[in-house]
């Protein structure tokens, strides 16, 4: 439960830190690549083995570098859809993602939810339906962007809990690093093409988000060996 805490507390420090950056930044992809900087080299830290591709790490960097290319759609998915249905329900559906990783415990690993579990899952699938419903329409017609906000979202989250399943635990923080690599070249990627630059708010709050963001994933890979 500790971890779960530490994890939940870092990411509302993300939170404030983004609300706090609201206004000041000009290019929200340049304050990822610098977000993604800090948690390259904070994983580069707590690997604690000088190879960046250790014996066996074939099945890390893989899941690592799917993890990293579903962060950044997931993000460019929420800029889009924050864009056309606004904060409130781009945030719902991201937060409503936590359904792909439940879904993917049932069925693939096994892991049968509680009462109360079972409960807030049938909550998120109704306030799903709910939000996609229009007064005097006979039938529900879904939002097609947000539920691939969901979708892209979930599955980023859904990588911790295989390579909590299936990869190797020594190797955790080299799976967080190969995950922030990949989309940082991404992100500079992105930026290349789109031709941007990196300005110094982008420079401070990218990397003061960093740090949250890396003890987030951090400490919920650890979270995920002590709790369903």
Request: hydrophobic share 55%; proline share 4%; net charge positive.
């Amino acid at each position: 439960m500790p971890y779960l805490l530490l994890a939940i507390f870092s990411s509302s420090a993300i939170a404030i830190l983004m609300r706090l950056s609201s206004g000041k930044i000009q290019n929200n992809v340049a304050m990822l690549a610098m977000n993604y900087l800090m948690c390259t080299l904070l994983s580069m830290g707590f690997s604690g083995q000088g190879s960046l591709f250790p014996a066996g790490s074939a099945l890390t960097l893989l899941m690592g570098t799917a993890q990293g290319l579903l962060y950044l759609v997931s993000f460019l998915l929420l800029n889009i859809s924050t864009a056309r249905n606004g904060v409130v329900l781009s945030s719902v559906f991201m937060k409503l993602g936590l359904l792909v990783p439940m879904v993917l415990s049932i069925f693939l690993f096994g892991e049968l939810p509680s009462a109360l579990q079972l409960i807030g899952f049938v909550m998120a699938l109704t306030a799903i339906f709910l939000i996609n419903f229009e007064p005097g329409q006979k039938q529900v017609r879904m939002n097609w962007l947000l539920l691939l906000l969901l979708l892209g979202g979930g599955s980023g989250d859904a990588m911790a809990k295989i390579f909590e399943t299936w990869g190797d635990p020594s190797l955790a923080s080299h799976f967080l690093l190969y995950t922030f690599l990949t989309a940082l070249i991404l992100c500079l990627a992105l930026m290349k093409y789109k031709q941007q630059r990196i300005g110094r708010a982008e420079l401070f709050f990218g990397l003061a988000i960093g740090i949250p963001n890396f003890f987030s994933a951090k400490f919920l890979l650890a979270a995920l060996n002590t709790l369903p």
